[in-house]
T-cell receptor, first 113, second 112 residues
Framework: DSGVTQTPKHLITATGQRVTLRCSPR?????VYWYQQSLDQGLQFLIQ???????AKGNILERFSAQQFPDLHSELNLSSLELGDSALYFC????????????FGQGTRLTVV | ELKVEQNPLFLSMQEGKNYTIYCNYS?????LYWYRQDPGKSLESLFVLLSNGAVKQEGRLMASLDTKARLSTLHITAAVHDLSATYFC????????????FGTGTLLAVQP
C-alpha cells in the first residue's frame, strides 16, 4: 500500500456526463500528480499541483480540470465525457515538487458508455 | 519535448531464458525509473537510476543507465512465470517538477 488513496475505484457513466475523481496523498506529501492510462495514448501525465498551486501541465484536455484543496487532497473533474475518455486514472504524490520519487495510488477505472 | 521509446513492445520468452528491454529517451533527464504493472493494477516502482553508469539489481532484474547514450536497459535473468507483467520506463525531464514521461511499456509473457 503506497499510502495514496483514490476514490472511487470504478466508475461507469454515460457520454456527456461529468465526474469527479478524488485523491488523498500520502501523509506529509505536498505534491499531487494525475496520469491517464488508455490503450490509445498509453500512460500520460496530465497535471501536477504543489501545495494548492498548479505546477506543471501535460496533455490535459480543456474538458478536464483539477484542483488541490487546503487539506492537500486533489480532485480531477472530467466533463462532457466521451467514449475515448474511458481509461485508468492514476494519482501520485511526493513530498516536494521535484527531486523525490512519487508514489502511485491504485487508480480509478472510468468507463464511459 | 522529451520522448521515451521502449522496445520491444511485446516479449514472449521461456522460463530460464535471459532477455533485455531497452529504453531510449530524447533529451537530458534528471532521473529514470522502471515500473512493473500487473493487469488492472497500479504501478510498482522497481528501480530509480540517478547517474551515468548506475546499475541496480533486485532478484532476477537488473537495470542500468547510460546518460551519454540516453539509454537504459532492464535485463531479465533466468525468467520465471511470476515476472510476467508490463514493464515501463519513465523519465523525469528535469526542472522544477517530478512529472514522469513514460515509455510505451513492454508486455512480458514468460511461458513455462
Amino acid at each position: 500500500d503506497s499510502g495514496v488513496t483514490q476514490t472511487p475505484k470504478h466508475l461507469i457513466t454515460a457520454t456527456g456526463q461529468r465526474v469527479t475523481l478524488r485523491c488523498s496523498p500520502r501523509s506529509g506529501d505536498l505534491s499531487v500528480y494525475w496520469y491517464q492510462q488508455s490503450l490509445d495514448q498509453g500512460l500520460q501525465f496530465l497535471i501536477q499541483y504543489y501545495n494548492g498551486e498548479e505546477r506543471a501541465k501535460g496533455n490535459i484536455l480543456e474538458r478536464f480540470s483539477a484542483q488541490q484543496f487546503p487539506d492537500l487532497h486533489s480532485e480531477l473533474n472530467l466533463s462532457s465525457l466521451e467514449l475515448g475518455d474511458s481509461a485508468l486514472y492514476f494519482c501520485a504524490s511526493s513530498p516536494y515538487t521535484s527531486g523525490t520519487e512519487a508514489f502511485f495510488g491504485q487508480g480509478t477505472r472510468l468507463t464511459v458508455v | 519535448e522529451l520522448k521515451v521509446e521502449q522496445n520491444p513492445l511485446f516479449l514472449s520468452m521461456q522460463e530460464g531464458k535471459n532477455y533485455t528491454i531497452y529504453c531510449n529517451y530524447s533529451t537530458t533527464s534528471d532521473r529514470l525509473y522502471w515500473y512493473r504493472q500487473d493487469p488492472g493494477k497500479s504501478l510498482e516502482s522497481l528501480f530509480v537510476l540517478l547517474s551515468n553508469g548506475a546499475v541496480k539489481q533486485e532478484g532476477r532484474l537488473m537495470a542500468s543507465l547510460d546518460t551519454k547514450a540516453r539509454l537504459s536497459t532492464l535485463h531479465i535473468t533466468a525468467a520465471v512465470h511470476d515476472l510476467s507483467a508490463t514493464y515501463f520506463c519513465a523519465v523525469v525531464p528535469g526542472g522544477a517538477t517530478n512529472k514522469l514521461i513514460f515509455g510505451t511499456g513492454t508486455l512480458l509473457a514468460v511461458q513455462p
